[in-house]
């Protein structure tokens, strides 16, 4: 092509100094650029240019326009395939002349002094047809609503001013835009950033209807279809309920990622099958893609059924800008989430690693009843199934229960403890399910629930029989794979965990009573493991006296070696109502007092409880057994606890092994009181 300047392409007017670049297609389709004398008006795939064009085609700095000697010239800045003019490649300079078109790449771009041409070419770009997913025949294409805009960008993001100069409404839509995006960056969640977004496109546009519709956030979807839209926010103006529209629209602009306008919806065959748009009678429709880079994250939709005052190409634009910065705040949002999560399951771990330091990593012991337990624990532990753990106070329970964690397939993930009985309703709740920021006072920042940091892992719930009904019923439905939501909160959560439960009250009779659910019992009921009482199977009492003497004569540095015959021997003889954990602290008191090398009798402080006295004989010991509930045992056994330690809460929480708070609540239900003298 000869590329010298033809004086046929320069006006025959005086010289014009203004003029404008119009993309007649590609993502920028429809965008106009004012240029001016002075000034260079660059264009290629870099975000430094004057125009920016995201073609593979297109090299960074592709080439220019500008005014130079009287005339507007376009050069080529060494690009790797050229700039085009009627197909053939330009060198040098190029005179550009009223209506000149060129190409880049596969960018058609147009030359004009007359800014009243912009009309025309954005007419002659809404003619592209617009395809769901797979061919369509003409037939069905006549009979889909009129689309008519399309937009891959919008010119609200770009860095000249110009850009949004051209028309009043944008300079007044682009400041909008900018505090809407500040109020966007403060939201602390996806709801309320969604409702945000509405609050600002409803301030703007002509919509009356509007709602915010995600894909799943950890769900990998090439191809997304509108089914595996989730609704996150909805606004109408005249309260109308939410209805799910027709999904042609939402398919296109799944498929290919742009911004679509469609009007004449009420009076277009296709959408008059959808009783949803016939509900809300929709004039016109703007549908906006939420994204981020490569990943979509899902639609904006915007309706007006006002036929006066339809949604158009400027709605359009905004709501495109909105939701791009929508995309950018969705994915920080999303990732704090997940940092969140990570640090409290973390934290979680940390603490339950310290407490594990504290107990036994095997189950010690060599009766019938621990080999027993240890080979059902090593059937039950790779099935997954829940587990309910039976047993006294001080057994060992949470030692089973992390022997099944640690032989299963969730032994890498986390192993999660809650006390059901340490806890209020409310604040077990809390501390299951999670909260929100305000959910009550004292709620200043969200909390990531037990069972969302024990995700793919262990929760071990202790004392389940504490429950309250309502958490009883919020429970069930994550045993039975629901989805949960976390207190003041409205976005629902999905976990995979493993249930281990444990108690120590006669689940049966609290059934019976109406204090345990029937149908939450059952389902805790899939495995059961017994776990004996210490005095039952006194075989192991020297076994572990001498394990914990080895382990706190570490601990404390103290040179004890061994326990004397005699001291073994009151030991086995006393009745052990705290089980494992009274003869683990009896056994860490003695090691503390001990004078020697060996512990005897006089080093052994044991409880004169009722339960037992290493001075009775097994005859002695066996004439004294009532046939009582195991409530009216430790009943008796609290209050002859709290008159050994002269009424001390805390020293008598210390011996039976439990936390004071634990004690309040078990006087309290017991309804023990001190005597008044």
């Known amino acids: 092509m000869t590329n010298t300047v033809s004086k046929n392409d320069v006006p025959s007017a005086t010289q014009q100094t203004t003029a404008y670049l119009i993309v007649l297609n ?4 429809g965008t106009m650029i004012p240029v001016q004398a002075g000034q260079n008006a660059t264009i290629g795939r870099a975000t430094s240019n004057r125009i920016v064009v995201s073609d593979g085609a297109c090299s960074r700095n592709h080439c220019e326009v500008y005014f130079d000697d009287g005339r507007w010239k376009l050069r080529d800045c060494g690009s790797r395939n050229g700039t085009r003019v009627h197909g053939e490649p330009i060198t040098g300079e190029f005179a550009l002349g009223e209506g000149r078109q060129f190409q880049i790449g596969n960018t058609c771009i147009s030359f004009t002094f007359e800014r009243d041409r912009i009309a025309a070419d954005e007419d002659t770009a809404t003619e592209i047809p617009v395809f769901n997913s797979g061919e369509m025949l003409d037939q069905e294409i006549q009979s889909r609503p009129e689309i008519v805009h399309r937009s891959g960008t919008t010119r609200y993001l770009l860095e000249e001013t110009e850009a949004i100069s051209s028309r009043d409404r944008a300079g007044q839509e682009a400041q909008r835009l900018v505090r809407l995006g500040l109020k966007m960056g403060v939201a602390s969640d996806v709801r309320s950033l969604s409702e945000i977004v509405l609050d600002g496109l409803f301030d703007v546009t002509s919509a009356d209807i509007g709602a915010v519709l995600l894909l799943p956030p950890n769900a990998v979807i090439n191809r997304p279809i509108p089914s595996q839209l ?32 469609a009007v004449d ?13 016939n509900a809300m009678r929709a004039e016109s429709i703007v549908c906006a893609p939420i994204r981020r880079s490569e ?12 036929p006066d005052n339809r949604l158009d190409q400027e709605d359009s634009e905004f709501a495109l800008a909105v939701a791009d910065q929508m995309g950018i705040i969705l994915e920080a949002i999303r990732e704090r989430q997940r940092l969140s999560v990570s640090l409290a399951r973390v934290e979680t771990e940390n603490h339950s690693l310290r407490d594990q330091l504290q107990i036994e990593t095997e189950l010690v012991g060599d009766s019938d009843s621990i080999r027993k337990l240890r080979e059902k624990i090593l059937r039950f532990a790779p099935t997954g199934a829940t587990v309910l753990i039976r047993g006294e106070s001080g057994v060992g329970k949470e030692l089973v ?19 059901c009985a340490a806890l209020s309703e409310s604040l077990l709740e809390s501390e299951l399910f999670g909260h929100e920021r305000g959910s009550f006072t004292g709620a200043i ?28 019923a919020k429970f069930l439905r994550v045993l039975e794979r629901h989805p949960f939501e976390r207190v003041g909160g409205g976005t629902e959560v999905r976990v995979d965990v ?18 345990f659910r029937k149908d939450l019992y059952f389902r805790l009921q899939v495995m059961e493991l017994v776990v004996e009482p210490l005095r039952d199977r006194r075989s192991d009492i020297a076994i572990l006296a001498n394990h914990f003497l080895e382990r706190f004569a570490k601990k404390s540095g103290r040179q004890v070696h061994s326990l004397s015959p005699a001291a073994a021997t009151a030991l086995v003889k006393y009745q052990w109502p705290g089980n494992v954990r009274e003869l683990q602290n009896t056994i860490e008191r003695a090691v503390i007092l001990c004078s020697g090398e060996t512990l005897g009798p006089s080093d052994i402080q044991l409880s004169t409880l009722g339960a037992g006295d290493p001075r009775m004989s097994d005859d002695e010991s066996r004439s004294s057994f009532r046939p009582v509930s195991v409530d009216i045992i430790e009943q008796e056994h609290i209050l002859a606890m709290m008159k050994y330690t002269n009424w001390n809460k805390s020293q008598a929480a210390h011996i039976l092994g439990i936390e004071r708070s634990t004690l309040d609540r078990k006087l309290k239900k017991y309804d023990v009181e001190r005597p008044r003298h």
């Open 26 to 29: 590609g993502p920028m389709e």
């Open 230 to 261: 989730e609704l996150v926010a909805y606004k109408s103006l005249d309260a109308r309920p939410f209805e799910r529209i027709s999904d042609y629209v939402s398919s296109v602009v799944l498929d290919s990622r742009v911004v679509v306008v």
């Open 265 to 277: 919806v009420n009076a277009n065959d296709h959408f008059k099958a959808s009783d949803s748009l």
């Open 295 to 306: 990943r979509l994250f899902g639609l904006i939709q915007l309706y007006s059924t006002n």
């Open 401 to 419: 229960a992390r022997a099944i964690h640690e032989h299963s397939g969730r032994k890498s993930a986390p192993f999660i403890t809650v006390n």
């Open 445 to 472: 920042s969200r909390k990531v629930g037990k069972f969302e940091q024990a995700h793919q892992g262990t929760v071990f719930l202790d004392e389940v029989g504490e429950m309250s009904p309502a958490i009883q």
């Open 498 to 515: 493993r249930v281990i439960a444990a108690t120590n009250r006669d689940l049966e009779q609290s059934v019976k009573a109406g204090t």
